[in-house]
């Protein structure tokens, strides 16, 4: 399975520009983390992908077909999970899931891939329960198990960790870099622990266009000399009184001192140089965007 995207333009009623010029490739196997922030045209692509929209100028072709003439073929081979996504609350766990597998034309195999998602995403408990009676987390985890429904060979996730706690967070990670061994996985999230662990590689969108493309380590290596620490011990002038071009990414506070975590362009003399981690590389990229807009 193999997308090309070129030339992907796409403006709303109203005149705003979503997407103003993508061009990539997907291709499977690749676990995908799509990073940006609020507005940056994140969801538009995974809708233009899954035909839920279609462009205002440029092509995606799927295995080199023009993605529209293949509406039924993807659909075969599509597991999503939007940002909101409405669950039928009167049905149970069970009842819900057996409806999407017919949706998705597998009523002769729903039983077994009812049977092999309910584990996956911690259900088994809950799966004669009705969906109205669950709790925000697991109501995430019965969406991430219908899109899981069949292994389709696409698989796309909106905020998916979004209502976890931090140990199921952790479990459906480690889900989604099984299903990603032969498949094209998207993931899309705010939550960088998410994607710095698990994905191979990394799409930062800013503005509708593509600010970074490629593994992690090459994300991290683009912010070398980029992150620095200044450390002002109490009592002392503090010197990022000013903002010094800097954006300042934590602070910590102690009786003793108060520490700065620091991105910029160009590091002011008083900070030091540190290792970035993926938080930093992504607001370093995002920085390097505004500066060229």
Same mark, same amino acid.
Request: glycine share 10%; aromatic share 6%; proline share 5%.
């Given at each position: 399975?193999?997308?090309?995207?070129?030339?992907?333009?796409?403006?709303?009623?109203?005149?705003?520009?979503?997407?103003?010029?993508?061009?990539?490739?997907?291709?499977? *196997?690749?676990?995908?983390?799509?990073?940006? *922030?609020?507005?940056?045209?994140?969801?538009?692509?995974? #809708?233009?992908?899954?035909?839920?929209?279609? *462009?205002?100028?440029?092509?995606?072709?799927?295995?080199?077909?023009?993605?529209? #003439?293949?509406?039924?073929?993807?659909?075969?081979?599509?597991?999503?999970?939007?940002?909101?996504?409405?669950?039928?609350?009167?049905?149970?766990?069970?009842?819900?899931? /057996?409806?999407?597998?017919?949706?998705?034309?597998?009523?002769?195999?729903?039983?077994?891939? !009812?049977?092999?998602?309910?584990?996956?995403?911690?259900?088994?408990?809950?799966?004669?329960?009705? !969906?109205?009676?669950?709790?925000?987390?697991? #109501?995430?985890? &019965?969406?991430?198990?219908?899109?899981?429904?069949?292994?389709?060979?696409?698989?796309?996730? /909106?905020? *998916?960790?979004?209502?976890?706690?931090?140990?199921?967070?952790?479990?459906?990670?480690?889900?989604? &870099?099984?299903?990603?061994? /032969?498949?094209?996985?998207?993931?899309?999230?705010?939550?960088?622990?998410?994607?710095?662990?698990?994905?191979?590689?990394?799409?930062?969108?800013?503005?509708?266009?593509?600010?970074? /493309?490629?593994?992690?380590?090459?994300?991290?290596?683009?912010?070398?000399?980029?992150?620095?620490?200044?450390?002002?011990?109490?009592?002392?002038?503090?010197?990022?009184?000013?903002?010094?071009?800097?954006?300042?990414?934590?602070?910590?506070?102690?009786?003793?001192?108060?520490?700065?975590?620091?991105?910029?362009?160009?590091?002011?003399?008083?900070?030091?140089?540190?290792?970035?981690?993926?938080?930093?590389?992504?607001?370093?990229?995002?920085?390097?965007?505004?500066?060229?807009?």
């Amino acid at each position: 399975m193999e997308f090309s995207i070129r030339g992907i333009k796409k403006q709303y009623p109203g005149g705003k520009m979503a997407l103003s010029g993508i061009d990539t490739d997907l291709s499977a *196997p690749a676990f995908i983390g799509l990073l940006g *922030p609020n507005g940056a045209g994140k969801s538009t692509l995974m #809708k233009l992908l899954t035909l839920g929209l279609l *462009p205002t100028e440029g092509k995606i072709t799927l295995d080199g077909t023009p993605l529209q #003439k293949q509406e039924t073929a993807l659909r075969k081979t599509l597991g999503y999970l939007p940002q909101e996504y409405g669950l039928y609350e009167e049905l149970t766990v069970w009842q819900f899931l /057996d409806y999407m597998a017919a949706m998705k034309e597998m009523r002769h195999t729903a039983r077994e891939n !009812i049977e092999r998602v309910l584990p996956l995403c911690g259900l088994e408990e809950r799966q004669g329960s009705r !969906i109205a009676t669950l709790s925000g987390g697991f #109501k995430q985890r &019965v969406g991430i198990a219908q899109a899981l429904l069949g292994s389709p060979q696409l698989l796309i996730m /909106d905020e *998916p960790t979004v209502g976890l706690d931090p140990e199921e967070r952790i479990r459906m990670r480690n889900v989604f &870099v099984e299903e990603a061994r /032969d498949k094209i996985l998207i993931l899309s999230t705010h939550i960088i622990e998410d994607v710095q662990s698990v994905c191979n590689r990394l799409i930062v969108l800013h503005e509708g266009l593509i600010r970074y /493309d490629g593994p992690p380590d090459g994300l991290l290596a683009l912010s070398a000399g980029h992150v620095g620490a200044y450390v002002c011990a109490a009592g002392e002038a503090d010197l990022m009184a000013g903002t010094h071009g800097c954006q300042v990414t934590s602070k910590v506070v102690t009786p003793q001192s108060t520490t700065y975590r620091l991105v910029a362009e160009r590091l002011p003399a008083f900070a030091r140089p540190t290792t970035p981690t993926l938080e930093d590389a992504y607001i370093y990229a995002m920085a390097r965007g505004e500066a060229a807009s």
